[in-house]
């Protein structure tokens, strides 16, 4: 049987490879650690939490609370580590992040069928089966060869504009239309302002807090993806020329174009979550609901994702890759983790358990998985392999990404009641994953 090769000890590739010894394979984990350490890494162990160490909510009314539910009963290392070293965090789970670290290290270390290296891969292996997992800062000689392997589809920056849900958009307020009534005359929900709405929105982003760059993100600010404090702060008019001009969309209530408008785009096909167009940020998380709830319409509005900006590196996952890991020119090689696409640790070791599964059943000659598009694990994955390339961007797991619900359902019945049919479509995969 083939050996596995994973590059990156983080949060995805010790899961993929602790999925794939389950299995039976002979797994090599690269780690550059201790010799070489990222801007944002500082333990010598596997699996670092870099910054916080929450791994958010765990009731199931919240898509990250079924994901690590998912993670639970699939017999996870990550949840086994997370349960093993979790501290007192209210309805949150979080851990304490070095031993957490241990503790994983210590599993992976003691695995009859892993071995680890600590070296620097510079160089996907030519034969074998692969999977790369060296996050949002892989090193800069492997990033150039991810680069080439993936034909200029790879992102250093990622630039994130905030998605809301939208059932919790108000309809009354936002209008559909495309700009001069392009594509089929209405892609887009727009949400008018006048005058006054503008000049106090604009003066809430000036005032607002703004979360400082990490001292090694080069504040770059590439045409196109420029903050809209930072647009706001040239000018009070600026931002009416740039993301909120109104031109070209008229507002069919009353006949005549708005003073500003802010649009949104369709995010994903069942149309459960709507982008703000070109409102990439740097403002605070709690200033960020604050401000964009004053946009008419958006009053209520849920927020799936919130805006950011920082160095991440990260590949085109829905041109690149099939919905089993692999790579689609090359289906011996898998990506996992930050670097497909999806967002957060927890999510990141989720997308680890598919890559490892399935480099298994690759060596061992098998069916590749694809988990059931009703589980968080499977939304997640679906979501990154499935969306339109040209917009992609890196993803958190929220319910917005599932297939929607048949039938009328009451707003406040459908988290639990997504929650629940995700777990019996888990209970009805279990046994084909079973290691
Ligand atoms: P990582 O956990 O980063 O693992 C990649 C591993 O590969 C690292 O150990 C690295 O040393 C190694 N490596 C890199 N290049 C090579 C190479 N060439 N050869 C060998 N080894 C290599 N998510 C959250 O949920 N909460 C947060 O608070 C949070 N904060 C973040 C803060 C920062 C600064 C960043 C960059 C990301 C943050 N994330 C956070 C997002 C993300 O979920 C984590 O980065 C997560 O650790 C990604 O998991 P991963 O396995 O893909 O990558």
């Known amino acids: 049987m083939q050996h596995v090769t994973v590059i990156g000890g983080g949060l995805a590739g010790c899961e993929a490879a602790w999925q794939a010894a389950n299995r039976g394979v002979k797994v090599r984990l690269y780690e550059m650690k201790p010799h070489k350490y990222s ?10 939490l870099v910054c916080s160490n929450s791994l958010r909510g765990d009731a199931l009314e919240n898509a ?14 990550f949840m086994e580590g997370a349960e093993a070293t979790k501290v007192p965090a209210g309805g949150a789970l979080a851990v304490d992040r070095t031993l957490f670290s241990e503790y994983v290290t210590r599993k992976i270390e003691s695995h009859p069928n892993i071995e680890v290296v600590h070296e620097e891969i510079t160089r996907i292996p030519e034969e074998g089966i692969v999977i790369v997992a060296s996050g949002p800062l892989t090193s800069g000689a492997l990033a150039d060869e991810i680069g080439r392997l993936t034909g200029n589809y790879l992102y250093f920056y990622d630039a994130i504009a905030p998605i809301v849900a939208a059932d919790s958009i108000d309809y009354n307020k936002a209008f559909r239309a495309s700009r001069y009534g392009k594509g089929d005359g209405d892609d887009y929900l727009n949400c008018p302002m006048d005058e006054e709405q503008y000049k106090n929105f604009v003066q809430e982003i000036l005032a607002a807090e703004k979360v400082e ?3 090694f993100e080069k504040v ?13 702060s040239r000018g ?3 931002l009416r020329f740039g993301p909120m001009k109104p031109v070209g969309l008229v507002d069919p209530r009353v006949g005549v174009e708005p003073y500003a408008v802010i649009q949104l785009r369709q995010e994903n096909m069942e ?8 409102f990439q940020t740097k403002l605070t998380w709690p200033a960020q609901k604050r401000i964009f709830r004053m946009i008419p319409g958006l009053e209520n509005a849920q927020f799936l994702r919130l805006g950011s900006m920082h160095r991440n590196t990260f590949i085109n ?13 090359d289906s011996r090689i898998l990506f996992a983790g930050q670097i497909t696409g999806v967002e957060g640790y927890v999510e990141s070791a989720s997308s680890g358990f598919v890559a490892g599964v399935n480099a298994a059943r690759l060596a061992s000659g098998e069916t590749l998985i694809v988990p059931p598009a009703e589980t968080a694990i499977g939304a997640l994955a679906r979501h990154i392999t499935n969306t339109e390339a040209e917009h992609f961007q890196p993803m958190n797991v929220n319910y917005g990404l599932f297939p929607p619900l048949v039938g009328r359902i009451k707003k406040k019945e459908k988290r639990g009641l997504l929650a629940q049919r995700g777990l019996e479509a888990l209970e009805k995969w279990l046994p084909e994953v079973a290691a």
Not at 64 to 77: A, D, I, N, S
Not at 220 to 232: L, N, S, T
């Open 39 to 48: 801007e944002a890494h500082h333990l010598p162990g596997l699996s670092e």
């Open 271 to 278: 149309a459960t979550m709507y982008n703000l167009v070109g």
């Open 236 to 238: 009070v008019e600026t």
């Open 213 to 215: 760059p990490k001292s």
């Open 317 to 329: 996952a829905p041109k690149l890759l099939l919905p089993t890991c692999q790579l689609k020119e």
């Open 64 to 77: 990250v609370g079924l994901l690590k539910e998912e993670m639970r009963r699939l017999h996870t290392l």
């Open 220 to 232: 770059v600010h590439f045409e196109g993806c420029m903050p809209i404090e930072e647009m706001a």
